[in-house]
């Protein structure tokens, strides 16, 4: 091929066919995978700090994966898998594994709340009948609660010496556990159709540059997949360079965690180590400003990823509403200033406690942005008869939708609510699929957050208006809810990954077809192997907050069931403002302010501005500790682009900021893991 061909290709990629030991490897990492991270979030972390179900599992796992491909093509090229393949084993990955968060989240809260800590579901009273057994079972004759052995060690030693064990808990729970994984297919399964429905809109016609699919091509073209390892030879020597570069700057952070070394400077972890966020700038600023230096790896080769004009939007937001509003708004006793004035406290009080709340706006664009999309896209939608893409996408849209609702509305929220929580969910959904379609993002780093947690307050203000605040409709509006707009939850859902999916098929020639069969395969055994293994290994363990429990993965017991007692109790909303006059207005104008900014950004489509970047630029992570590695690579993507133009930013600097960013949470994660 000469040069001026391999130009043409896209990403340096070209056209590949699927092979059979290419479908084997997928259908086995959609099985591995979530089993993989089931057994590390529930036994490895002693918290949630580090998890590996983000966008992290497909990059690292194809690595591995590629790895031992690069071995096999080294004996025999012929037995190298090829590009087709690596799509759909990512795919296979990232819309499995993802679930280990989904299942340990919501299994553990469920039965903390209604066996650990009862107050809150007032002895199970509140807790609808089908979300979790609430009765007993029969162990070696002698008759104690279903939940007993999760929290409490004597009744977890009782039903282990029972050889049945594993039939008598999945008996308990065949119920709940058969409600819980019928939900999340059908909210899977409408995001694939959602996902297919803009496929062309997004992909073909806007081309947006989703850069974790560009991570993977990097990864692919390494580690010897055929259709990628053939092209741009300086783009393996880069990504090995990033990869070099992040080993070596966090190689002490490693040695000290082993006590290899010790009495490391805490500047070192505060500036290059992201797990300990960054140099606090805030109390010596004062005035609730927000301020953090940081100059890690991770974080500068994320912001290198993403697009200048999400960028340059991410920047001016997070000066405006953090650096710039508080001292204003202080100034004129509009908002306190809070008594810690440290940076993590400032970021959180200004942006949903007092006067302009910047995080209940962004949470209304968040709602506002999928309906204008959809909007944008009727031409492409009104075409169900003559395009069976969308024909499928809204097939499976609708059906997944009903499911879901269905179900919901059928074991314990009204209707009316239900559908409530199901659209806003979805809508949701959309916008992270987006959010990944453009930009990168992380969380659980540091400053965790933002929950999104101001979103379960929405399905059950409609009771505190009604004075029906402490019920049982209540508490399941607010408590159904939670699990599905979590951070990590939005960050763990399938669509992301399967629109992804379809940006690595246009680029190596796979049919979407393909990409949707997968994606099934990969929810369903992701599904149901996260909820079997969490069910299963909280039992066998038990939950690491009772007497002798070792399964670490519920996450947040302290903070949200909490916030759902303190609605439902006491008619208060304890983890924002309690005043819905001053938080729904500003939530419904960001809304339409969202709606907006999407047209606006269609009718000025040369203004470097996107809408997307006032989401990225308001998150705790890529917004307060990118600020600083955001600006630094803003210019010098500027000033890079300018000298090389940008094939070669493409060709030179995306595979060293993917060899930097991955590499760089690998040994962030070893450090963690090895230290605690």
Do not use: C
């Not at 609430?134 to 009782?158: C, H, T, W, Y």
């Not at 960001?590 to 997307?612: E, M, S």
């Amino acid at each position: 091929m000469s040069a001026e061909e391999g130009k043409k290709l896209f990403w340096g990629v070209s056209p590949t066919n699927i092979t059979i030991k290419g479908v084997v490897v997928a259908i086995i990492m959609a099985i591995l995978a979530p089993i993989i991270t089931n057994l590390l979030y529930g036994l490895v972390w002693p918290s949630t700090f580090l998890e590996w179900v983000w966008a992290w599992a497909p990059l690292i796992l194809l690595l591995v994966i590629g790895v031992l491909n690069l071995i096999v093509a080294l004996i025999n090229k012929r037995f190298a898998l090829t590009v087709a393949d690596a799509i759909l084993i990512y795919v296979a990955i990232a819309a499995s594994a993802g679930y280990a968060f989904s299942a340990n989240f919501l299994l553990i809260h469920y039965a903390y709340m209604t066996y650990q800590v009862p107050s809150i579901t007032d002895n199970g009273a509140l807790m609808p009948d089908l979300w979790v057994p609430k009765g007993s079972i029969i162990v070696n004759g002698q008759e104690i609660p279903a939940l007993a052995p999760i929290f409490n060690e004597s009744a977890r030693s009782m039903l282990l010496s029972d050889p049945n064990w594993v039939g008598i808990v999945l008996s308990a729970w065949a119920p709940s556990l058969t409600l819980w994984i019928l939900v999340f297919f059908g909210l899977a399964m409408a995001q694939i159709g959602i996902a297919l429905m803009f496929r062309k809109p997004w992909i073909d016609e806007e081309m947006l540059p989703f850069p974790y699919a560009q991570m993977a091509v990097e990864v692919m073209r390494i580690t010897g997949f055929k259709g990628a390892s053939e092209h741009r030879f300086i783009s393996k020597i880069m990504f090995l360079v990033g990869a070099i570069v992040a080993v070596v700057i966090l190689l002490p952070n490693l040695l000290a965690s082993l006590k290899i070394i010790q009495n490391l400077p805490s500047i070192y972890g505060q500036l290059l180590v992201s797990q300990f966020g960054g140099y606090d700038l805030s109390p010596s600023i004062g005035y609730d400003v927000a301020l953090m230096i940081t100059v890690a790896p991770l974080f500068i080769g994320l912001a290198f990823l993403m697009p200048m004009d999400i960028l340059i939007t991410a920047i001016v937001w997070y000066f405006l509403m953090y650096i710039v509003l508080p001292p204003i708004e202080v100034s004129l006793g509009i908002v306190p200033l809070t008594e810690t004035q440290d940076a993590h406290t400032n970021y959180f009080t200004v942006g949903h406690w007092y006067g302009l709340m910047p995080h209940m706006v962004t949470r209304g664009l968040a709602i506002g942005f999928p309906i204008a999309w959809f909007a944008l896209a009727w031409r492409h939608l009104k075409n169900l008869r003559s395009d069976k893409e969308v024909l499928f996408g809204a097939i499976f849209a609708i059906i997944g939708f009903l499911l879901a609702w269905g179900l919901l509305a059928g074991t314990g929220l009204e209707p009316h609510i239900a559908l409530l929580v199901v659209v806003i969910t979805l809508l949701l959904y959309i916008t992270w699929m987006r959010i990944r379609g453009e930009s990168t993002w992380t969380t659980a780093i540091y400053n965790y957050g933002p929950w999104w947690h101001e979103m379960l307050v929405l399905p059950w203000l409609p009771y505190r208006y009604s004075g029906n605040w402490h019920s049982k409709e209540a508490f399941a509006a607010a408590a159904s809810f939670y699990p599905l707009v979590t951070d990590r939850t939005l960050a763990t859902i399938p669509g992301p990954a399967v629109m992804e999916g379809f940006k690595l098929a246009k680029v190596g020639g796979v049919s979407p077809n393909k990409v949707v069969r997968i994606s099934f395969i990969a929810v369903i055994s992701g599904i149901v192997l996260s909820f079997l293994i969490t069910l299963l290994g909280l039992y066998y363990y038990g939950w690491f907050g009772s007497v002798g429990g070792k399964w670490v993965g519920g996450a947040d017991t302290g903070f949200e069931p909490n916030w759902i007692d303190s609605m439902v109790h006491q008619n208060y909303i304890q983890h924002m403002s309690n005043d819905p006059t001053l938080f729904m207005p500003q939530f419904i104008v960001g809304i339409i302010l969202g709606i907006l900014l999407v047209w606006v950004r269609l009718l000025f489509p040369g203004v470097p501005f996107n809408p997307i970047g006032i989401l990225i630029g308001d998150m705790p992570v890529t917004g307060l500790l990118m600020f600083i590695p955001n600006i630094i690579a803003l210019i010098s993507k500027w000033i890079i682009i300018r000298i090389t133009g940008v094939e070669g930013y493409e060709e030179k600097i995306v595979p060293f900021m993917a060899g930097l960013a991955i590499f760089s949470y690998i040994m962030i994660w070893l450090s963690y893991v090895l230290g605690t």
